[in-house]
Every structure is written in C-alpha cells, then in structure tokens.
C-alpha cells in the first residue's frame, strides 16, 4: 500500500524533490528547571554547525533560522546552571521544530569559570533513580512501538509484558492495574483503547505523540507526590502548540490510525492551541476494500481526538485547557467453519465464542500555573475524567461437520446462551493544588493536596450459571444435574459518596554540594471502605565524581486502594466493602556512571515487598470440593526483587541505542488454607529479560544514487530513499510467562450449551503457576525516510515487526473434548505510514 501511494508521488516531484538544499526552522523556551522562571540570556548553539547559535530573550524564548534541514543535537549554557543538550532535534521545512530546556542551578566556583552541558540530567528527573526521561523524537524512532509510549517504555530494564497484542506494563512483579498515569497534572485510569477496570493497558495508545512533550517514567521509589498506585509513575507533560505560526499541519496514517495533527498561535503569540483527531486505520481500510483485504475476522473500530489551549494571562500566569477523548468497538465473532486438523473426519458439537466490546473515555480539565518569581511556583488544577466499559460475551452452540484435512463441511447453530454481561460507568471530578517553594538555597520545598469524587458511579456485572454432573465411582452413577443460578453484581455511586483525598509534603535537601537527601510523607483518604494511611518516604543521592558517578537509595511506603468491583459482592449486601488498601514497601539501590559523551550506565538493585492485595475466599478455602464463595480477602503477599542493568548512548553521532537487562524474582506467599507450599511463582514473574534497542542515521544515500547508471538510479524510485534516513532494530527476549495447568477428568461432565453433556471437564489444579509458556524472543526493523520540499515534507515510516515470525505463545484454549488448542501472540506483520508536514 505505501508503494502504490508513495512510488507516483516520488517520480512526480524528484525535480524538485533533490535538487537544492532547503532549510528549516528551530524554536523554544528555556526556563529554570526548579522554579520554572523563564531565563533570558541563555547561549543556544547547534553543535554540528558550531558558527550558528543565538541567546533567549526577555521571555526566554529562541528562535533558529535557516537551519539546513535534519537532525541536529542542540545546547544550552549560561554560566550559574548545568548545561544541557537535546539529541535527535529533526529540523524540516513543514513545521517549525519546537523544543523546551529546562536548566538547574549549581554552585560557581571562583576564578576561571567554564559552563558544562550535559546529555544527561538527574535534576530534571522526578526521582535520583529508577526513572528514564523521553521527548515525542526518542518515541516516534523507537523500531517495534508503533509510536505508542507505552511499548517504549516496554524496553526499559524491569518492564515485562504477558503478550504483543496490548501495552501492558508489568513493572518490577506489579500488577497491570498498580501503575500510575499523570498527564498535566491530571491522574488517568487508562490513555488506552479497550481498557478494562484491572489493567491499565490496552492495543492501541489515545496519546497522539506529536502533542507530547516529554515523559518520564519511574519504576520505583518515586516521591510523595505521586500516590494510590504501588508500581510505577508515567507523568506526561502535553506541549503548547505553535505560538510563531498562525497554523501548522501533519496529515498522515500509521498503525495508531489515520488523522491529523493541527496548531496555531491565539491573540498575537501571547497563546496557542493544537488539536488531534485520528480514527482506525483498519477501520478505513475496511470501508474502502473490504476484510478480505486485510484478512482479519474483527476490524478495531475506534476513533481519539486530543487537545491543548494555552493563554498567558500575564508575564507571570498561564492557563491552560486539556481535553482526551477516545471511543473504541470491536465486535468478534466466532468462525463456526474454521479449519481445526485435530478434528479431521469427525462431527461434533461445540461452542463458537462471541464478544462484543464497546468503550468510551474522557479527560478534560484546566491548569492555572502561577510563577513566583526566583522563589517557586503553584499549579491550580480542575479536571473530570468518564470511562464506560460495555462487555458482552455469549456462546452459539453449534455441530460440525469436519473434512479429511479439518475444513467444515457443514455447520448448524443448535442453541445460542449468554456467558458474561458487563456495564460500568465510571465518572469522577477532582480539584488540585501543588507547590514548589525553594526556602531557603539548600531547601526545596514541594506541597500539595488532592480532593477526588465521584460524580457517577455505577457498576453492573452478570455472570450466567451453568450446568454440571459429576460421576460417583462408589455408586458408579451419575449425580442429578448442579445448577449454578445467574448472578448479577452491582455498585453504584452518586456525587460525594465515594472521595479520595490525599495530602503531601516533600523536602529536598542539599547536606553538601554533592550530597542531596529527599524527605516526604504523604497521607491518602478513600472514604467508601473508610481507609486511610500514612506513606514515609526518602531518597539520598551521592556524588562519588561530580557530574560522572552517582550513588543512590531510596525506599518507602506506597498504598493502593482496591480495583473498584472487588468492593463489590454478589448479595449486594457489602460484606466486601471494607478491603484494606494493598501495600508495597520498596526499597531501592543505584549507581550510575556517564562512561563518555553520550553514554551512561546504570545498575539498581531493588526489593518489594506487596501485602494486603485481594485474594478469593473460594481460593483460601479450595481444597474443600463443596465450598463456593465471592467474598474478597485483602491478604495476599507477594515479593519481588531483582537486579537490572541499563546502558544508553545518546545519538552524539549518527548511532544511538540502549541495552538492558533485568534478573528478578517474584513469589506469591501461598494464601491457601491449609497452605500446599510455602511460595509460588507469581504470575508476574519474569526471571530474564533482555532489551537491545539500536539506530544509525544515512545521510545522503539518495544524492549518491542520482549520480548512478540510469539502470540503477531510476529502479531505486521504488523504494523511498532520501538524503536522510533512519534505520533501527530492537530485540526483546523474556522468560515465558507462569501459568497453571489443568486437568482433564472424566468424572465431571458439563451441559454444553444447555443441550449435551460434554465428555468430561478441565480442572485447574492445586499446582499454581508450576508450569511455564515457552520464552518469547521478537525481533523487529524500522526504516524512516524524510523527503523535504520547500514549504512542506513527506515522512515515510515501513517497520517490520516479529521479523522471524517467532511463535510466541499467548495463551491455550482448553477444549471440552480433552484436547488444548495453542492461540499465539503477533506473527510477522508489516506496517506503513506517512505523514505529510506543513
């Protein structure tokens, strides 16, 4: 598809495509990374064209002009601060190329003074350690992420993910629903298509990432500010849009969807708005040619727009509007005539699945940021965020006819019964306050405080029972038939009877010029199950050699209150309602050391320790065959710890790449009674993973091929080769994923489709997560080719994902017949996209 889009365009415009160098544009702020004071005077130079540079004015702000166009790391010094440079800085003619510094203050020594810019900050990090720091460049070249954020944090060390087919973060033997998400200040549930109430994970990324900014992302120890979640922090900053243009564009498709990206100044510079809108590419595809094109049986049907309005009230106040929203159905029917060669030359019976999946989400608030000058700043913060969750499951009971090779030869539907319902609506309002205050020169100062409360609230599940027989040997008959009745779950809320509240304050200290120490406490409220705790929390950082080797620990008390429906019973008489809240201590250690310009290793070492998570009572209890229950236990204990290894080039030249590697533990305290081990595996488990990430810019390519034979110029047309182009890989090999495995038995019969008894039954046995899915290895290429006109250009993206087709496994379906059928994760799947700049 890219080929027949791309190849006429390319033949049509190579006149005027090669034959004069254009140039493009740079501009952005530098502000103080503390107090965020906008700086002025502050040297900007373009380190691979030493002669061009400029200073910030008044307001900060700088502007590069005439910058041929490509890719450029970018420094700023003034004397008094830390340095700091920005890699991968793509200069183009479409748009201007926006980027922000953010400097922090150090000690001067008298005399001959030199100013120093560094790659690699621990002042702009939100923790001394166990953080990582990504701008939208860093995210769009990562080969194997589709642009979504999620999947390259998937490469930092710690981070496992039970399957390819959703971004899920399994951070440091975490839970999926135990990692927080913060976009300007506002705490999100899910920037997600197809979320559900217990991962925070999901396909395909709401996140348009040319709107972001940065991300920083923190897999344990992280401070007081960030709390109810015990794993990890993703806080989002959303860039302002173009304040210099009156409008700007990118137009374009990829695996994330076809849309565009606009953006403009308001009222003459002093604001600005950008604006996204994307829907399924799939989806379109599918419209236009049909299924048969793109051989899938259930199209993703979605669509996302994304927004930010900034307005500067005064020198000192800005205000800014957030908006995030995303609907997202799929509907996927079983095929009752798939091949199945295990059932060759046979008639049966047996159920097709059917699902049907409808979710909505949305995010909107306002921020009022108010600089105090040298001092500090206060950020003002109101925000709404609604997620709709609508699952339908069901089962068409159908016999078939099968075929010498396991085709179908003939299908009828006999019976049709439902399985599972789903409807939650989940709506909540909070208002925020944080500051920063720097009291004193060795005392940084953070507060703030959280009210949270549900505006709406309900929740219904409805679970369809079922039929079963079971065999008595002594009496060699069978037993009268066991009903389980319907059960219908449901919790609904309205205004102010559920809140959250949470409380914090932080204290950085500098005990010495190269010894910082970080006090906090935090206290978090929820007044449905009516708990409340205290968290103690600190950091100290150690300057072995200034600005080369860091030693740092942290540790600390992190609570989570409960996924939402285990509050909830299938009485509806709140015997579930007063959980504990889950609890995790970590305790982390790490050395850091920048190896040369560039390049930085890093090596950490951690402890956790999870208690109070929610165990079934029917689990606790299961060795007694008769006893059924859905009453929640907060009483699990889990622990994990670990040892992980993490080097960085930045692309200082024209290679960048990072490599990590991650040992760890994780065991589940076995809950049983009475208790059948002492330990288990837990299902986040990961013993080894590895992540090696490597890019290599060409420049020129396209120049050197125009000088060729004919016989070799005009045939390369086919392929999209520029003067600059972007190659890169990424190889993640982890340990298989635990899981339990089943037995079959005769002696237990289910009424299939409230018309058979089946031939026996799957029971999961008392041996928990003994066994494992066999290891996952993916390789995956990606190849970014930018073409530049004089006001415009075209950037072509081709990624080849699961090169070798590895069979990964995802998971195994248990068929009432006795047999296992293997479902596995992505096979090899090409993906193209294009995006067209103005």
């Known amino acids: 598809m890219i080929r027949l889009l791309f190849v006429p365009l390319l033949l049509t415009l190579n006149p005027i495509l090669f034959a004069q160098q254009y140039t493009g544009n740079v501009v952005g702020s530098v502000t103080d990374g503390k107090t965020r004071e906008l700086l002025p005077s502050v040297n900007i130079q373009v380190i691979e064209l030493p002669m061009i540079g400029t200073t910030t004015d008044a307001s900060g702000n700088f502007a590069l002009s005439g910058l041929p166009v490509g890719t450029y790391s970018i420094k700023a010094t003034i004397i008094g601060y830390e340095g700091s440079i920005l890699t991968n800085v793509v200069v183009s003619t479409g748009r201007s190329t926006k980027i922000v510094f953010r400097l922090y203050e150090q000690a001067v020594q008298v005399g001959e003074v030199t100013v120093r810019a560094n790659y690699f900050s621990r002042n702009s990090q939100l923790s001394p350690l166990s953080v990582n720091s990504y701008d939208r460049a860093d995210v769009k070249r990562q080969p194997g992420s589709a642009m979504d954020v999620q999947r390259v944090i998937q490469n930092l060390p710690g981070i496992a993910s039970s399957t390819d087919n959703i971004n899920e973060l399994i951070v440091r033997g975490g839970a999926p629903y135990e990692n927080l998400t913060v976009i300007d200040y506002m705490e999100v549930p899910s920037i997600n298509h197809y979320p559900n109430q217990f991962n925070s994970a999901g396909p ?316 906090g406490l935090r206290y978090d409220y929820f007044s449905y199950p009516r708990q409340g705790q205290l968290s103690p929390r600190a950091s100290i950082s150690y300057e072995i050699l200034p600005a080369t080797t860091t030693l740092s620990l942290a540790g600390g008390e992190y609570y989570q209150t409960q996924p939402f429906p285990d509050y909830a019973d299938i009485r509806n008489i709140g015997y579930n309602r007063h959980l504990e809240n889950a609890k995790s201590t970590h305790a982390v250690f790490s050395l850091q050391h920048i190896l040369d310009d560039g390049i930085k290793l890093s090596v950490e070492a951690y402890y956790k320790r999870f208690r109070n998570t929610v165990v079934r009572e029917q689990f606790v209890y299961s060795a007694l065959d008769t006893f059924r229950s859905d009453r929640n236990l907060a009483i699990g204990e889990r622990t994990s710890y670990g040892l992980e290894l993490f080097l960085q080039k930045k692309q200082v030249t024209d290679f960048y790449g990072t490599l990590s590697l991650s040992l760890s533990k994780t065991e589940d305290l076995d809950p049983r009674s009475p208790r059948l081990v002492e330990r288990y595996p837990s299902q986040y488990d990961y013993p080894v993973i590895v992540n090696a990430v490597a890019g290599f810019i060409a420049k020129g390519a396209r120049s050197w091929l125009d000088n060729t034979p004919f016989f070799i110029k005009y045939p390369s047309y086919v392929l999209p080769i520029s003067d600059e182009m972007e190659l890169s890989g990424r190889y993640r090999y982890q340990t298989g994923g635990t899981y339990t495995p089943r037995d079959y038995s005769y002696l237990i019969q289910k009424r299939e489709g409230g018309i058979k008894w089946s031939r026996g039954a799957w029971e999961t046995s008392h041996r928990i997560n003994t066994e494992r899915f066999p290891d996952y290895s993916r390789l995956d290429l990606q190849w970014i080719s930018r073409f530049y006109m004089k006001n415009w250009n075209i950037n072509v993206y081709i990624a080849l994902q699961n090169v070798f087709n590895t069979k990964n496994v995802f998971y195994y379906v248990y068929r009432s017949d006795g047999t296992r059928e293997t479902v596995y994760q992505f096979s090899f799947f090409p993906v193209g996209g294009i995006e067209i700049e103005f």
């Open 204 to 519: 395909i990324n709401m996140i348009n990432i040319d709107l972001v900014e940065d991300v920083q992302f923190s897999s344990g120890g992280f401070p007081a500010q960030y709390g109810d979640k015990m794993s990890s922090v993703m806080d989002i900053t959303i860039r302002e849009g173009d304040r210099n243009k009156s409008f700007a564009s990118n137009t374009g498709f990829n695996l994330a969807g076809i849309g565009t990206l606009m953006e403009g100044k308001l009222a003459d510079g002093r604001g600005a708005w950008i604006f996204s809108a994307r829907q399924s590419l799939l989806e379109v595809i599918d419209k236009m040619f049909g299924l048969s094109v793109i051989s899938l049986t259930a199209v993703p049907k979605y669509w996302d727009t994304q927004t930010k309005i900034t307005y500067d009230l005064s020198p000192t106040q800005k205000l800014s509007f957030n908006g995030l929203f995303g609907d997202s159905r799929i509907s996927i029917q079983g095929d009752p005539k798939q091949k199945d060669e295990q059932r060759a030359n046979r008639s049966d019976s047996s159920a097709v699945e059917n699902i049907e999946s409808h979710s909505q989400q949305y995010t909107v608030g306002i921020n009022l940021k108010s600089l105090w000058g040298k001092d500090g700043y206060s950020v003002l913060s109101a925000y709404a965020v609604g997620n709709l969750y609508i699952v339908g499951v069901r089962e068409d009971f159908t016999s078939r006819v099968y075929g010498s090779t396991g085709e179908v030869l003939d299908h009828t539907k006999l019976n049709t019964r439902e399985v599972f319902n789903n409807n939650s609506n989940e709506q909540y309002v909070a208002a925020r306050y944080d500051v920063f205050y720097q009291v004193h020169p060795q005392h940084e100062l953070s507060l703030g405080a959280q009210i949270q409360t549900a505006s709406s609230w309900k929740n219904i599940a409805r679970i369809y029972g079922d039929t079963t027989r079971y065999y008595l040997p002594q009496t060699a008959s069978w037993t009268g038939p066991v009903t389980s009745a319907d059960g219908t779950i449901e919790n609904a809320q309205k205004f102010g009877e559920a809140s959250k509240l949470f409380v914090y304050a932080s204290d950085k200290v500098r005990l010495a010029p190269n010894l910082n120490l970080t006090l």
